[in-house]
Protein backbone atom coordinates (compact mmCIF):
# COMPACT_ATOMS: atom_id res chain seq x y z
CA UNK A 1 0.00 0.00 0.00
CA UNK A 2 1.35 3.66 -0.73
CA UNK A 3 1.89 5.51 2.56
CA UNK A 4 0.27 8.24 3.14
CA UNK A 5 2.11 11.69 3.69
CA UNK A 6 0.00 14.70 5.47
CA UNK A 7 0.97 18.08 6.55
CA UNK A 8 -0.12 18.99 10.62
CA UNK A 9 -3.43 21.00 10.63
CA UNK A 10 -3.32 21.32 7.06
CA UNK A 11 -6.25 20.28 4.52
CA UNK A 12 -5.78 17.55 2.68
CA UNK A 13 -3.87 18.29 -1.13
CA UNK A 14 -3.11 15.99 -3.89
CA UNK A 15 -0.12 13.55 -3.59
CA UNK A 16 1.70 15.93 -5.93
CA UNK A 17 1.17 19.06 -4.17
CA UNK A 18 2.21 17.72 -1.31
CA UNK A 19 5.62 15.98 -2.23
CA UNK A 20 6.26 19.83 -3.47
CA UNK A 21 5.57 21.32 -0.61
CA UNK A 22 7.60 19.36 1.44
CA UNK A 23 10.47 19.83 -1.35
CA UNK A 24 10.25 23.42 -0.82
CA UNK A 25 9.98 23.04 3.58
CA UNK A 26 13.35 21.25 3.17
CA UNK A 27 15.08 23.17 0.11
CA UNK A 28 14.46 26.20 2.59
CA UNK A 29 15.84 24.61 5.29
CA UNK A 30 18.74 23.71 3.35
CA UNK A 31 19.31 27.29 2.27
CA UNK A 32 19.22 28.41 5.64
CA UNK A 33 22.13 26.68 7.13
CA UNK A 34 23.90 26.81 4.16
CA UNK A 35 23.68 30.91 4.77
CA UNK A 36 24.46 30.50 8.36
CA UNK A 37 27.00 28.39 7.76
CA UNK A 38 28.78 30.64 5.15
CA UNK A 39 28.45 33.65 8.09
CA UNK A 40 30.26 31.27 10.63
CA UNK A 41 32.53 30.42 8.34
CA UNK A 42 33.66 34.28 7.84
CA UNK A 43 34.86 33.73 11.72
CA UNK A 44 37.85 31.94 11.97
CA UNK A 45 38.11 29.62 14.86
CA UNK A 46 39.51 29.86 18.49
CA UNK A 47 43.41 29.20 18.59
CA UNK A 48 45.46 28.95 21.56
CA UNK A 49 47.81 30.81 20.16
CA UNK A 50 46.01 34.08 18.77
CA UNK A 51 47.52 37.13 20.27
CA UNK A 52 45.93 40.54 20.17
CA UNK A 53 47.27 43.87 18.89
CA UNK A 54 46.55 47.76 19.44
CA UNK A 55 46.17 50.18 16.52
CA UNK A 56 49.64 50.58 16.45
CA UNK A 57 50.66 47.14 16.68
CA UNK A 58 51.84 46.07 19.80
CA UNK A 59 51.09 42.86 22.10
CA UNK A 60 48.23 43.46 24.78
CA UNK A 61 45.48 41.79 26.16
CA UNK A 62 42.30 41.21 24.52
CA UNK A 63 40.24 43.99 25.94
CA UNK A 64 42.10 46.93 24.01
CA UNK A 65 42.82 44.62 20.95
CA UNK A 66 41.95 46.31 17.83
CA UNK A 67 43.26 43.05 15.78
CA UNK A 68 43.65 39.09 16.59
CA UNK A 69 46.02 37.06 14.67
CA UNK A 70 48.40 34.11 14.70
CA UNK A 71 51.33 32.19 12.78
CA UNK A 72 51.49 29.12 11.44
CA UNK A 73 54.58 27.72 10.31
CA UNK A 74 55.12 26.49 6.84
CA UNK A 75 58.65 24.73 5.38
CA UNK A 76 61.97 26.07 5.23
CA UNK A 77 61.65 28.31 8.25
CA UNK A 78 58.76 30.13 6.62
CA UNK A 79 55.44 30.79 7.85
CA UNK A 80 51.89 32.25 7.57
CA UNK A 81 51.16 35.36 9.21
CA UNK A 82 47.21 36.27 9.52
CA UNK A 83 45.48 38.69 11.18
CA UNK A 84 41.66 39.57 11.25
CA UNK A 85 39.53 42.56 12.96
CA UNK A 86 37.52 42.29 16.51
CA UNK A 87 34.52 41.32 14.45
CA UNK A 88 36.49 38.55 12.22
CA UNK A 89 36.98 40.39 8.97
CA UNK A 90 40.23 39.08 7.57
CA UNK A 91 42.84 42.51 7.80
CA UNK A 92 46.12 40.82 6.26
CA UNK A 93 47.50 37.99 5.25
CA UNK A 94 51.53 37.56 4.37
CA UNK A 95 54.21 35.34 4.55
CA UNK A 96 57.35 35.48 6.79
CA UNK A 97 60.54 34.13 8.41
CA UNK A 98 59.88 32.40 11.85
CA UNK A 99 62.09 33.84 13.74
CA UNK A 100 62.57 34.63 16.78
CA UNK A 101 61.70 37.41 16.34
CA UNK A 102 58.68 36.51 13.44
CA UNK A 103 59.17 38.78 10.77
CA UNK A 104 57.02 39.91 7.20
CA UNK A 105 59.27 38.55 4.47
CA UNK A 106 57.44 38.28 1.26
CA UNK A 107 54.17 38.68 -0.39
CA UNK A 108 51.53 40.57 1.63
CA UNK A 109 48.05 41.94 1.43
CA UNK A 110 45.87 44.27 3.53
CA UNK A 111 42.15 44.28 3.64
CA UNK A 112 39.33 46.81 4.61
CA UNK A 113 37.03 45.41 7.18
CA UNK A 114 34.29 45.58 4.09
CA UNK A 115 36.80 42.86 2.16
CA UNK A 116 38.22 45.06 0.02
CA UNK A 117 41.74 45.13 -0.78
CA UNK A 118 43.24 48.19 0.88
CA UNK A 119 47.23 47.25 -0.59
CA UNK A 120 49.07 45.27 -1.79
CA UNK A 121 52.90 44.67 -1.86
CA UNK A 122 56.55 43.14 -0.52
CA UNK A 123 58.04 42.86 2.37
CA UNK A 124 61.89 42.34 3.39
CA UNK A 125 62.89 41.79 6.79
CA UNK A 126 60.34 43.49 8.41
CA UNK A 127 60.20 46.30 6.27
CA UNK A 128 58.33 47.30 2.90
CA UNK A 129 60.20 47.60 0.08
CA UNK A 130 59.67 47.53 -3.45
CA UNK A 131 56.18 49.18 -5.31
CA UNK A 132 53.25 48.64 -3.39
CA UNK A 133 49.61 49.17 -4.95
CA UNK A 134 46.93 50.65 -2.68
CA UNK A 135 43.23 50.76 -3.58
CA UNK A 136 39.88 52.90 -2.21
CA UNK A 137 37.68 50.80 -0.29
CA UNK A 138 35.28 51.06 -3.26
CA UNK A 139 38.00 49.05 -5.28
CA UNK A 140 38.96 52.23 -7.33
CA UNK A 141 43.10 52.57 -7.24
CA UNK A 142 44.14 55.15 -4.59
CA UNK A 143 48.21 55.58 -5.55
CA UNK A 144 51.41 53.63 -5.83
CA UNK A 145 54.15 53.82 -3.11
CA UNK A 146 57.75 52.82 -3.58
CA UNK A 147 59.63 51.99 -0.59
CA UNK A 148 63.60 51.94 -0.97
CA UNK A 149 65.45 50.79 1.95
CA UNK A 150 67.79 53.56 4.35
CA UNK A 151 70.51 53.26 6.20
CA UNK A 152 70.56 52.60 9.21
CA UNK A 153 70.22 56.06 11.64
CA UNK A 154 73.38 57.05 14.24
CA UNK A 155 71.61 55.20 17.43
CA UNK A 156 71.49 51.78 15.05
CA UNK A 157 67.89 51.79 14.55
CA UNK A 158 66.48 51.90 11.25
CA UNK A 159 63.67 54.52 10.09
CA UNK A 160 60.05 53.34 10.01
CA UNK A 161 58.23 53.30 6.87
CA UNK A 162 54.96 55.64 6.79
CA UNK A 163 52.48 56.12 4.33
CA UNK A 164 51.50 59.49 5.72
CA UNK A 165 54.03 61.58 8.20
CA UNK A 166 52.54 62.76 11.08
CA UNK A 167 51.39 66.64 10.69
CA UNK A 168 51.33 69.85 13.38
CA UNK A 169 48.69 72.32 13.18
CA UNK A 170 50.47 74.77 11.11
CA UNK A 171 52.98 72.62 9.48
CA UNK A 172 56.48 72.35 10.47
CA UNK A 173 56.91 75.99 10.66
CA UNK A 174 53.73 76.16 12.75
CA UNK A 175 56.16 73.78 15.09
CA UNK A 176 59.18 75.76 14.73
CA UNK A 177 57.20 78.82 15.99
CA UNK A 178 55.82 77.05 18.85
CA UNK A 179 59.28 75.95 20.08
CA UNK A 180 60.67 79.36 19.41
CA UNK A 181 57.92 80.81 21.58
CA UNK A 182 57.44 78.74 24.41
CA UNK A 183 61.45 77.98 25.15
CA UNK A 184 62.92 80.44 27.53
CA UNK A 185 66.36 80.54 28.60
CA UNK A 186 66.16 79.27 31.83
CA UNK A 187 67.93 82.33 34.72
CA UNK A 188 71.21 80.84 36.12
CA UNK A 189 71.77 80.19 39.66
CA UNK A 190 75.28 82.12 39.30
CA UNK A 191 74.97 85.21 37.70
CA UNK A 192 78.83 86.10 38.06
CA UNK A 193 79.17 82.81 35.70
CA UNK A 194 78.62 83.57 31.71
CA UNK A 195 75.70 81.81 30.32
CA UNK A 196 76.56 79.65 27.47
CA UNK A 197 74.90 79.73 23.92
CA UNK A 198 74.06 76.04 21.79
CA UNK A 199 71.87 73.54 20.84
CA UNK A 200 69.70 70.58 22.58
CA UNK A 201 68.45 67.99 20.36
CA UNK A 202 65.25 66.28 21.78
CA UNK A 203 63.74 62.86 20.29
CA UNK A 204 60.41 61.91 21.07
CA UNK A 205 57.53 60.04 18.90
CA UNK A 206 54.03 60.99 18.04
CA UNK A 207 51.49 57.71 19.06
CA UNK A 208 48.90 56.28 17.77
CA UNK A 209 46.41 58.85 19.19
CA UNK A 210 48.82 62.53 17.83
CA UNK A 211 50.18 62.71 21.81
CA UNK A 212 53.92 63.10 22.71
CA UNK A 213 55.43 60.26 23.96
CA UNK A 214 58.99 59.50 25.39
CA UNK A 215 60.66 62.68 24.60
CA UNK A 216 64.42 62.28 25.86
CA UNK A 217 67.16 64.69 25.09
CA UNK A 218 69.90 62.82 22.76
CA UNK A 219 72.57 65.47 22.61
CA UNK A 220 72.79 68.67 25.08
CA UNK A 221 75.21 71.62 26.08
CA UNK A 222 74.12 72.95 29.61
CA UNK A 223 71.49 70.98 31.76
CA UNK A 224 69.49 73.68 32.86
CA UNK A 225 68.73 74.54 29.18
CA UNK A 226 68.46 70.13 28.40
CA UNK A 227 65.71 70.28 31.04
CA UNK A 228 63.72 73.47 29.26
CA UNK A 229 63.88 71.69 25.73
CA UNK A 230 62.43 68.80 26.99
CA UNK A 231 60.38 70.76 29.13
CA UNK A 232 58.86 72.29 26.21
CA UNK A 233 58.64 69.61 23.76
CA UNK A 234 56.52 67.22 26.33
CA UNK A 235 54.13 69.91 26.10
CA UNK A 236 53.30 70.23 22.20
CA UNK A 237 49.73 69.97 21.73
CA UNK A 238 48.43 66.96 20.03
CA UNK A 239 49.49 65.69 15.92
CA UNK A 240 47.60 64.23 13.21
CA UNK A 241 49.28 61.42 13.76
CA UNK A 242 51.36 59.03 10.95
CA UNK A 243 49.60 56.30 9.21
CA UNK A 244 51.11 53.20 7.76
CA UNK A 245 48.91 50.75 5.67
CA UNK A 246 45.45 53.11 6.58
CA UNK A 247 46.20 52.67 10.26
CA UNK A 248 48.06 55.37 12.98
CA UNK A 249 51.32 54.05 14.11
CA UNK A 250 54.20 55.39 16.52
CA UNK A 251 56.65 57.72 14.15
CA UNK A 252 59.80 59.34 16.00
CA UNK A 253 60.80 62.97 15.19
CA UNK A 254 64.45 64.98 16.32
CA UNK A 255 63.98 68.31 16.72
CA UNK A 256 66.49 70.98 17.69
CA UNK A 257 66.49 74.08 19.99
CA UNK A 258 68.70 76.46 19.97
CA UNK A 259 69.36 78.50 23.08
CA UNK A 260 70.80 81.69 23.49
CA UNK A 261 71.85 83.93 26.87
Known amino acids: MQPHFSLPNAPYLPSAARYGMIF ?7 LSSAATAGALAQVPPARPDTTFFDAGWHHLGRPNAVFFGWVTP ?11 YLTGERQFDA ?3 LGPPV ?13 QVHSTGQYAQGKQTGSWQY ?6 PKLTRTYVPRPPTPD ?3 PQFVEQMPVFAGGMAGLARYLATHAHYPSPIDKTQPRPAGRVFVQFVVGP ?21 LRVVASLPRWE ?10 VRFVVPLIFHP
Open 156 to 158: GSV
Open 241 to 250: PGRRNGEPVE
Open 103 to 115: QRDGPATFYYRSG
Open 95 to 97: TGR
Open 74 to 84: LDSGRCRIQTY
Open 209 to 229: TGDVLRPVVIKGFDPACDAEA
Open 135 to 140: WQEDGT
Open 24 to 30: CVLLILA
